[in-house]
């Protein structure tokens, strides 16, 4: 059982950054694959970014890359997602998830079993 608790959310103007972060209950850093997802009101939880449980291939989606940087520490149990250069269309609900770790680092949501509450964006044009 992985408990997962998400931080950093808020208000921001388009342009700027925000840094969110997850806490991992469990030793994560070794046997999970980590990710982020959002959802906007109205739509369908949606991939942002995943790591594998080495820190190694990261993955994201078409929509934020070169703008979000997935990241973690294993010795502190923690996965940050760094947002930079935030657009209006970046508000939503995210969430961090974790599930065992593979070769592959999957960007489907049902493939992940543990879900943290999730933490709010906001970026205002």
């Known amino acids: 059982q992985v408990q997962l608790v998400e931080s950093g959310g808020g208000l921001v103007q388009a342009g700027g950054s925000l840094r969110l972060s997850c806490a991992a209950s469990a030793r994560t850093g070794s046997v999970y694959n980590m990710g982020w997802f959002r959802q906007a009101p109205g739509k369908e939880r949606e991939f942002v970014a995943a790591?594998?449980?080495?820190?190694?291939?990261?993955r994201y989606a078409d929509s934020v890359k070169g703008r979000f940087t997935i990241s973690r520490d294993n010795a502190k149990n923690t996965v940050s997602l760094q947002m930079n250069s935030l657009k209006p269309e970046d508000t939503a609900v995210y969430y961090c998830a974790a599930r065992g770790a593979t070769l592959v680092v999957v960007t489907t949501p049902g493939s992940y079993n543990y879900w943290g509450q999730g933490t709010k964006v906001t970026v205002s044009s």
């Open positions: 790591i594998s449980w080495s820190g190694g291939n990261p």
